[in-house]
């Protein structure tokens, strides 16, 4: 029997991140939102190092803000570099035909 994974939704680690402020017994705050406890200190951790963007969703990596901007500049720089070999072939083949 294959088990299936259980999965949480951003709002509900949030609000369990939340309540964990409030109280002083995680493992006893686990168990009655039903999740093991080491998974409650791990968002918590999370949560403290990565801010807002700690929970992501499927698939998707945990970046701070400063880290989703060089992400997304690095992909700008890989997209002008491309373009600009194109660019670079296209004039080689173009001079060559006009000999």
Same mark, same amino acid.
Request: net charge negative.
């Given at each position: 029997m294959v088990q299936k994974r259980k999965t949480y939704d951003p709002a509900f680690k949030r609000q369990a991140v !939340? *309540? @964990? %402020?409030t109280r002083k017994n995680v493992s006893e705050? #686990?168990?009655e939102l039903g999740i093991h406890p080491q998974l409650l200190y791990k968002w918590r951790s999370d949560y403290y190092e990565l801010g807002? $963007?700690?929970?992501? $969703?499927?698939g998707n990596l945990k970046l701070t803000p400063e880290q989703k901007k +060089? /992400?997304? *500049? !690095?992909k700008k720089l890989r997209d +002008?570099?491309?373009? /600009? #070999? +194109?660019?670079?072939k296209a004039v080689a083949i173009?001079? %060559? @035909?006009?000999?």
């Open positions: !939340e *309540l @964990t %402020k705050l #686990a168990r807002e $963007g700690s929970f992501p $969703g499927n +060089i /992400h997304e *500049l !690095e +002008i570099e491309l373009e /600009h #070999a +194109i660019l670079k173009f001079s %060559k @035909t006009d000999r």
